[in-house]
T-cell receptor
Framework: NAGVMQNPRHLVRRRGQEARLRCSPMKGHSHVYWYRQLPEEGLKFMVYLQKENIIDESGMPKERFSAEFPKEGPSILRIQQVVRGDSAAYFC???????????FGPGTRLTVT | GNSVTQMEGPVTLSEEAFLTINCTYTATGYPSLFWYVQYPGEGLQLLLKATKADDKGSNKGFEATYRKETTSFHLEKGSVQVSDSAVYFCALSDRGQGAQKLVFGQGTRLTINP
C-alpha cells in the first residue's frame, strides 16, 4: 500500500506566480489535511477536505489560497500571486474516516524568489 | 484555543544516554496526544499516541504517558542511538467543526553523537 504522495517535492516560483501543490492520499483514505511548516516552526493546520467538500478551512489565509479534492484525482493546494512569506514546507496528510491517525506525505518545499 | 508547548531545542546527547523531551498542552475537553518524528528531508511519521488519561504510548523504545493532572505528555527513551537524531513534534487532536486537525508544538531537534 503506497503512502501519501506529494508532488512536486521542491517548487521554485517567482513572486507573483502561481504555485500548485498536489497530494494523493493513501488508498482507501477519503480525508485529506493540509499543513504548513514555516522555517524552524511546527506545522500549522490549513484546511481539511473530504471528496468534493471543504470541511474546515479555518487555517487558510483569506486571500490567494484555495484547496480542492475532486471526485477523481489528487487534492490540490493552490497559491496565487505568491510572495516571499509563502516560502515553507507544505505537508498533506490523509486518514480513513473514523480514526484520529493521520499519515503524512513527504511534503512540498516551496521557495519564492 | 488549544496549544502545545515543547521543550526548546536543540538537544544534543551521547549515544546510550537517557532522553526526555518535555511537552505540555492546553486544551478544552479530552484530546488525543501524539508524538511525531521528522527525519531530515522527510515527512512526519507517527511515533506513538495516547487517547485518554493515564494511557502510555510506546514504540521503538520510546514512551510517553498522558498525564491529565499535569497536562503533560513527555517523551522518554532509556538509551538513545545515533539513528534517533531527528526533529520530534508533540501534537494534540483538536476536533473543531468535526475535523480531527492536529495542533503541533514547535518541534525539538535532537542530535545524538556516537
Amino acid at each position: 500500500n503506497a503512502g501519501v504522495m506529494q508532488n512536486p517535492r521542491h517548487l521554485v516560483r517567482r513572486r507573483g506566480q502561481e504555485a500548485r501543490l498536489r497530494c494523493s492520499p493513501m488508498k482507501g483514505h477519503s480525508h485529506v489535511y493540509w499543513y504548513r511548516q514555516l522555517p524552524e516552526e511546527g506545522l500549522k493546520f490549513m484546511v481539511y477536505l473530504q471528496k468534493e467538500n471543504i470541511i474546515d478551512e479555518s487555517g487558510m489565509p483569506k486571500e490567494r489560497f484555495s484547496a480542492e479534492f475532486p471526485k477523481e484525482g489528487p487534492s490540490i493546494l493552490r497559491i496565487q500571486q505568491v510572495v516571499r512569506g509563502d516560502s515553507a514546507a507544505y505537508f498533506c496528510a490523509s486518514s480513513p474516516s473514523s480514526t484520529y491517525e493521520q499519515y503524512f506525505g513527504p511534503g512540498t518545499r516551496l521557495t519564492v524568489t | 484555543g488549544n496549544s502545545v508547548t515543547q521543550m526548546e531545542g536543540p538537544v544534543t546527547l551521547s549515544e546510550e544516554a537517557f532522553l526526555t523531551i518535555n511537552c505540555t498542552y492546553t486544551a478544552t475537553g479530552y484530546p488525543s496526544l501524539f508524538w511525531y518524528v521528522q527525519y531530515p528531508g522527510e515527512g512526519l511519521q507517527l511515533l506513538l499516541k495516547a487517547t485518554k488519561a493515564d494511557d502510555k504510548g510506546s514504540n521503538k523504545g520510546f514512551e510517553a504517558t498522558y498525564r491529565k493532572e499535569t497536562t503533560s505528555f513527555h517523551l522518554e527513551k532509556g538509551s538513545v542511538q545515533v539513528s534517533d537524531s531527528a526533529v520530534y513534534f508533540c501534537a494534540l487532536s483538536d476536533r473543531g467543526q468535526g475535523a480531527q486537525k492536529l495542533v503541533f508544538g514547535q518541534g525539538t531537534r535532537l542530535t545524538i553523537n556516537p
